[in-house]
């Protein structure tokens, strides 16, 4: 296993860590408004599944346009989901990040990314990877905040403990 799809293990364990963490609490605290990035924790994971999931079109060749037009609308569906939902979509879509890993020949290969935010740059798919995991960390990081101005403690999902939970 190649060090980015080690990454991507990382940003998927992270992501069900957190779930876990979740699951453990009243059912509410998903739809429980707060004053932060995402109005609810709910919001904030099904922007990362969409996110995650529209990177990964553009990781099959998509073009980022199309990409975005196909899977934004998936933060609205996933609002409500429950935790148990969330944990489901997250693993089923880890396994075309795995699929993709295992048919990559070339990571340093470089793609032209149309992002209609930004503009066109020449990119890495080792670069999109890694903005895969940032992602993922960063609002990870949002919602352990959210989960602290709602009155619980989040749950310890650095890198590091994934090396030993790992080995496990």
Same mark, same amino acid.
């Given at each position: 296993?190649?060090h980015?799809?080690k990454?991507?293990?990382?940003? %998927?364990? @992270?992501?069900? /860590?957190?779930?876990g #963490?979740?699951? $453990?609490? !009243?059912?509410s605290v998903?739809?429980?408004?707060?004053? =932060?990035?995402?109005?609810?924790?709910?919001? %904030?994971?099904?922007?990362?599944?969409?996110?995650?999931?529209?990177?990964?079109?553009?990781?099959?060749?998509?073009?980022?346009?199309? %990409?975005?037009e196909?899977c934004? !609308?998936? *933060?609205q569906?996933?609002?409500?989901?429950?935790?148990?939902?969330? %944990?489901? @979509?997250?693993?089923?879509?880890a396994?075309?990040?795995?699929?993709?890993? *295992?048919q990559q020949d070339e990571?340093?290969? /470089?793609i032209?990314? $149309?992002?209609p935010y @930004?503009?066109? #740059?020449? /990119?890495?798919?080792?670069?999109?990877?890694l &903005?895969?995991?940032?992602?993922?960390t960063?609002? #990870?990081?949002?919602?352990?905040?959210?989960?602290?101005?709602?009155g619980?403690?989040? =749950?310890?999902?650095?890198?590091?403990l994934?090396?030993? &939970?790992e @080995?496990?």
């Open positions: 296993m190649n980015l799809e990454m991507y293990d990382y940003n %998927a364990w @992270a992501t069900q /860590t957190l779930l #963490r979740i699951k $453990e609490l !009243p059912t998903l739809q429980q408004e707060v004053n =932060t990035s995402f109005p609810t924790i709910g919001e %904030a994971f099904a922007h990362i599944y969409a996110v995650e999931k529209c990177w990964l079109q553009v990781l099959n060749g998509i073009s980022m346009p199309k %990409a975005l196909v934004l !609308p998936l *933060q569906d996933f609002l409500r989901y429950s935790v148990d939902e969330f %944990a489901i @979509a997250f693993h089923e879509l396994e075309p990040f795995k699929l993709w890993f *295992q990571l340093e290969q /470089t032209e990314l $149309e992002n @930004a503009g066109t #740059r020449s /990119t890495q798919l080792s670069e999109i990877v &903005q895969v995991v940032n992602h993922g960063y609002h #990870r990081g949002n919602v352990s905040t959210m989960l602290r101005q709602l619980y403690a989040s =749950t310890m999902n650095d890198y590091s994934f090396w030993y &939970q @080995a496990e």
